[in-house]
């Protein structure tokens, strides 16, 4: 018995003749975690789309526990034991959790019906070892993010699975579901299982992967043990040269109160919230999966009804019933349910870019130049990687996708940007960008309102930090002296107070 | 980059072209008459009723409905605008007004479906499946279940005029066509529609009203039925309470389809109607020169539109990859 499970030879992928995975031959030895990390676009779910029968390669073959496969689709792979967490969510919207987790796979009672106690029980089960707090029954559509991702999770490890392939699973997650998560992983590799884990958190990576593969527009550069990869190191392979400090200078903001939310209640999600930003101030929310930052902010747009509250921008007080009041008080949004509330996958890349400020293009013809203008500027600040501006989204890499997506928020030139996981899986380069960006505009006097579950990233921008827990601030942290460990505190409730 | 196509055809638009291309020759060689000005000419009026409608259908079904009331709203409107006729007279003004008149009734009667569509909560087929039902029925009430019949000569040679040559329902189809084009592709209004089909609640999110674009769908097809209904009622110079504009609805829907606007929404094309249109005529043309029985000609209209789904899906296919 080898201890390779699979070998792939020469594998290349190309879409309307371009190329954009080349000659990729590798082996992934049973039982191991294998990392995969590269800029966005660098063909890593391609890679695995191939290894899950999702695409088939233009060239080169697989070989699978020894023996050669062809993967026709993805019930090819799932019948010789490959299961897949994709990127981007695959669930019927309509049903709820344990339909989705069972679908096409039902569970059968003794007289040939559909088993829903079996399927819930077992759902139950998949979700109690998962740690997360899902109802089996809920429908999908109630569905946070997070809680979406662990549906996916529990649908992919649901029956034990020889090769289980994960791509970006911790993009929405916070530490306590990953710390979770990771441990699950492990538990799985003891039983020998083998898994392969594409993620932009290098720092994860490195914590819970046997050996990492870099790949860098489509080729292959290197594939090493972790431990012999330091994190800066990682990064300078993905890139192909060095990156300096990834966050930019934090400044203490002296300006004027720009945005004000007095008392802000959601029934049963957020208990009368109150806070202020400065003009040029970029303030924090973190707390746990389910503390009720979105829905804070979808109620701030006018897309969640608010039981009671007051919003005020520049001092005037403002009514918000729908999210067109808010676009038009200078309130921009960028969600993070990026395909299912951002972006429209169908339509172009500049056509994404203007979706919320079209108004400013039109007069009252569109002026496709000018959008086309606009969407090259943002292409060359982000570094989007588009096939061509007429591109439809969804021909897009998944971290581009999530950078035409801020760009289309920002595009409404605001005065106050609320951002929800503004870095979604975007990688160490594009980061770097979207701080930078950020801190620009607040330096123009934007006030900035910054949501993430990565807590280095709101620790690394912002000067305050709220921190949420059941819909409430639990408390607030500032300057220089802030650790992960009081955040944490705040926010699973181990300390309190504002 | 996708190059870009004169008179703001979609590369959408190609594979309904060259269906039309095809039938085109096909259509020559079978009869020596299809060649002739005044027979291609008849099918361009022939189609213009329905596809003036099929015009403001486009938009319904892009942005993720369906209007199955269109066929007797025809009928119940182009009864009204005889009515307005000769009641005042059946002179100049009394045609301009059944024209406003017209207009303005499809637009309202348009509002009721988009209302209930949209802030009744009520699926569109269900919706307009009632609708269709009511304006039937209305017109076969005030009518007597018989016809209405215009006493005005000059409303009569309205519906039988020529603009150099050309059928006014001709012109008025393809200036219609070119404005609503420019109104689906380069307006904000336009975008919000493919936005809307696409992905409800992504446009709720990027500010987009939807409910308000929706509603919109369902008046623009009012106008246009209005549109229809007067220049239908003026050739006919008189309006039958049970079978005029009859199955107008699947002509419609049916331009609409062959066209390349897919059932699904989200995406469309206005200039493609008049290519569904014109395919739909030429291929009645050709039955009627090979003399197919009338009745058949419902099976061979049927199985184009399902051969266009058809068509169109495995090139979607295609063109997404994978
Ligand atoms: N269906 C498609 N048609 C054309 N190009 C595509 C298609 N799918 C992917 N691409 C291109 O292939 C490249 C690799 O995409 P892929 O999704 O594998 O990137 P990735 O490494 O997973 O990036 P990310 O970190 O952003 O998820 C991208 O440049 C993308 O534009
Ligand atoms: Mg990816």
């Known amino acids: 018995m080898s201890d390779v499970l699979v070998r792939t030879s020469g594998i290349s992928k190309e879409f309307s003749s371009v190329r954009v995975l080349d000659d990729i031959s590798i082996e992934i030895r049973k039982g191991e975690i294998l990392g995969i990390i590269g800029e966005n676009g660098a063909g890593k779910s391609t890679f695995i789309k191939i290894l899950s029968g999702i695409y088939t390669p233009t060239q080169g073959s697989i070989e699978f526990d020894g023996r050669r496969v062809e993967l026709r689709d993805a019930a090819a792979a799932k019948r010789i034991g490959v299961s897949l967490i994709p990127q981007e969510f695959n669930l019927v919207e309509t049903l709820n959790v344990y339909e989705n987790i069972f679908l096409g796979e039902e569970l059968r009672t003794r007289g040939g019906l559909l088993d829903r106690r079996g399927m819930i029980a077992h759902t139950r089960e998949l979700m109690k070892e998962l740690g997360a707090a899902v109802d089996p029954s809920a429908s999908i559509r109630t569905l946070s993010v997070a809680q979406k991702q662990m549906v996916e999770i529990a649908k992919a490890i649901k029956i034990e699975s020889r090769l289980l392939i994960m791509d970006e699973p911790t993009t929405v997650l916070t530490v306590h579901e990953i710390d979770i998560l990771f441990a699950l992983m492990r538990r799985l590799k003891g039983k020998g299982v083998t898994i392969v884990y594409i993620s932009h958190k290098l720092k994860e990576v490195r914590s819970v992967c046997d050996r990492v593969m870099v790949l860098r527009d489509g080729r292959f550069i290197c594939l090493e043990t972790t431990d012999a990869l330091e994190i800066d190191e990682m990064a300078r392979r993905m890139v192909g040269r060095e990156l300096n400090q990834i966050f930019p200078p934090k400044r203490k903001a002296e300006g004027e109160v720009a945005f004000r939310v007095e008392g802000l209640a959601v029934p049963g999600l957020v208990a009368g919230l109150s806070f202020e930003i400065r003009s040029g101030e970029i303030l924090g929310f973190a707390g746990l999966i389910g503390a009720g930052r979105t829905e804070l902010a979808e109620a701030i747009m006018g897309i969640r009804r608010v039981s009671a509250g007051r919003i005020f921008v520049g001092g005037r007080e403002l009514r918000i019933r729908k999210p067109a009041d808010a676009v038009k008080a200078g309130i921009a949004y960028l969600s993070e349910d990026r395909q299912g509330a951002g972006i429209i996958t169908s339509f172009a890349v500049h056509k994404n870019v203007t979706l919320v400020s079209l108004g400013d293009y039109a007069r009252p013809l569109i002026s496709r130049a000018k959008e086309l203008e606009k969407t090259r500027f943002y292409v060359d600040r982000f570094e989007i990687k588009a096939p061509s501006l007429d591109a439809r989204l969804e021909n897009l890499s998944g971290g581009n996708q999530q950078k035409v997506s801020l760009a289309k928020s920002l595009d409404t030139d605001p005065k106050v940007l609320i951002v929800d996981e503004p870095t979604r899986g975007v990688d160490v380069k594009a980061k770097h960008d979207i701080y930078a960006f950020i801190r620009e505009l607040a330096d123009r006097g934007l006030a900035v309102m910054f949501i993430s579950s990565e807590l280095e990233e709101v620790m690394g921008m912002c000067e305050r930090i709220v921190v949420m827990r059941e819909g409430r601030a639990a408390g607030q942290v500032e300057g220089g002296h802030i650790t992960e460990e009081e955040i944490m505190y705040y926010a699973m409730g181990i300390k309190e107070g504002v | ?322």
């Open chain 2, 1 to 322: 980059m996708r190059k870009s196509l004169p008179f703001g055809l979609k590369t959408e638009n190609l594979l309904s072209l060259g269906a039309l291309v095809v039938l085109f020759v096909l259509s020559s060689i079978a009869s020596p008459y299809f060649l002739q000005l005044r027979n291609l000419l008849n099918i361009l009026k022939q189609v213009s009723f329905s596809g003036i409608i099929g015009l403001g259908m486009a938009f319904v079904i892009i942005a993720g409905g369906i209007d199955l009331s269109v066929g007797s709203m025809t009928a119940f409107i182009g009864a009204i605008a005889i009515l307005i006729v000769n009641w005042l007279g059946g002179g100049f003004w009394a045609i301009a007004a059944a024209w406003i008149g017209a207009m303005i009734l499809g637009a309202v009667a348009g509002l009721f479906n988009g209302i209930l569509v949209t802030k009744g909560r009520v699926a569109a087929f269900i919706v307009t499946l009632g609708t269709m039902a009511i304006f039937r029925s209305l017109t076969l009430y005030i009518g007597n279940a018989g016809q209405f019949i215009s006493n005005s000569d000059a409303y009569g040679n309205m519906g039988m005029s020529s603009v150099l040559g050309v059928p006014t329902a001709v012109w008025v189809f393809f200036i219609l066509a070119f404005l609503l084009s420019g109104l689906l592709n380069r307006t904000r209004y336009g975008r919000y529609v493919c936005a809307v089909g696409s992905n409800e609640k992504v446009a709720a999110y990027a500010a987009i009203d939807i409910d308000k674009i929706r509603m919109l769908t369902y008046v623009i097809t009012g106008v246009m039925v209005g549109v229809s209904a007067v220049l239908l009622s003026s050739r006919m110079n008189s309006v039958n309470s049970s079978d005029t504009a009859a199955n107008f609805e699947m002509d419609a829907i049916a331009a609409v389809v062959i066209g390349g606007t897919p059932m699904t929404g989200g995406r469309g094309t206005v200039w493609g109607v008049v290519i569904g249109a014109v395919i739909i005529g030429m291929i009645n043309n050709m039955l009627n020169m090979l003399s197919v029985s009338a009745y058949l000609q419902g099976t061979v209209k049927g199985l184009v539109i399902i051969a266009a789904v058809f068509i169109q899906r495995g090139s979607a296919r295609s063109r997404n990859g994978g």
